[in-house]
């Protein structure tokens, strides 16, 4: 019954309203429709008292309308509804705000900072994971801005860039991958429905991957969804994502740097778990055999076992 109350306080608000709008409606008497002056016997259309000019005659024979009251009735049928939604929607006080104002907080209060080019810049922006379990709904709204954040680093720092994805630049880009998915991965658990502030970036990529019509950009944007797709968990919906473009898996396969082979061994897997899953939609790259001689002599000890998981996995299952 209290639930009901604040709609019966816009009900009323609304009648008001419609009250106000309709004026009173003697239409007899020939009057200035600002100030209400009797203008019978006066010739022409402006008004001696306040001096305002009607355009057309008809103007004269206007209701009175009750500006003042239609206003104000206006103001409090939307307070008493926003009243009503703040009792009506459940969760935390970040729930009931509107999404573009809680936005506008989250901009000021951790602005997003550009694309980190250092080891301390990286490092400041690793989200705060303490806050993501927070019983305070503002730390919560707060971490998922900072995921956020180092989502469009990751986003911009590949998509600044123009022409095909070169090795000089991978080592970076997959440092900010990393830390983009590792950080997005754990939205996925979020019970609280604040999951939409890191899901932004993600429909940014999507729209310029869409509307371009430069192929390397496709294929930079490519790259950016089919990640954040494969940990967001979205890969159920449309089965090719998830796997990134097979450009960037021989590249990182065949790179230096150890962090971008394990970051390719690991692609790989992700690529060989949904050939499983979805046999006909997804095409397993031509890298297996890449992966089988790092598992028998990468240098690195790390890589060299992540690339036995994924054979034993993809002999497992006969992946070719
Ligand atoms: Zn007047």
């Given at each position: 019954m209290m639930i009901l109350l604040p709609l019966l306080g816009v009900w009323a608000c609304f009648m008001v309203v419609l009250w106000a709008k309709r004026g009173?409606?003697?239409?007899?008497l020939r009057r200035c429709?600002?100030?209400?002056?009797s203008m019978d016997?006066?010739?022409?259309?402006?008004?001696?008292?306040?001096?305002y000019a009607a355009r057309i005659e008809s103007e004269l024979f206007q209701p009175r309308s009750h500006r003042g009251v239609f206003r104000a009735g206006l103001v409090v049928m939307v307070m008493t509804a926003a009243a009503w939604m703040w009792m009506v929607?459940?969760?935390?006080?970040t729930n009931k705000v509107p999404r573009f104002a809680l936005r506008i907080a989250l901009n000021m209060a951790e602005p997003y900072r550009g694309v980190p080019r250092t080891r301390t810049e990286i490092d400041q922006s690793v989200?705060?994971?303490?806050?993501?379990?927070?019983?305070v709904a503002w730390s919560r709204v707060l971490w998922q801005q900072q995921v956020n954040n180092v989502m469009r680093q990751w986003a911009d720092a590949v998509m600044e860039k123009s022409g095909p994805i070169t090795a000089e630049e991978l080592p970076h880009l997959v440092e900010l991958a990393n830390l983009a998915n590792e950080s997005y991965v754990?939205?996925?658990?979020?019970?609280?429905?604040?999951?939409?502030?890191?899901?932004v970036v993600k429909m940014d990529v999507a729209r310029v991957r869409a509307n371009s019509s430069d192929p390397w950009v496709k294929l930079r944007a490519e790259w950016v969804l089919s990640d954040l797709q494969y940990v967001g968990g979205d890969y159920s919906h449309r089965m090719?994502?998830?796997?990134?473009?097979e450009e960037v898996l021989q590249m990182s396969l065949a790179h230096s740097d150890t962090n971008v082979r394990l970051y390719g061994v690991d692609r790989v897997g992700v690529a060989a778990r949904l050939k499983l899953m979805t046999p006909r939609k997804?095409?397993?790259?031509?890298v297996g055999d890449l992966v089988r001689q790092m598992a028998a002599s990468d240098p690195d000890l790390g890589v060299r076992r992540r690339a036995k998981d994924v054979v034993s996995y993809m002999e497992a299952f006969n992946i070719k």
């Open positions: 009173d409606g003697r239409r007899d429709p600002r100030c209400w002056y016997g006066q010739a022409g259309l402006k008004c001696p008292e306040c001096g929607i459940p969760g935390a006080w989200p705060n994971r303490q806050w993501m379990t927070s019983e754990q939205t996925g658990g979020l019970a609280h429905g604040e999951g939409w502030i890191s899901d090719d994502w998830g796997v990134i473009p997804t095409q397993f790259p031509q």
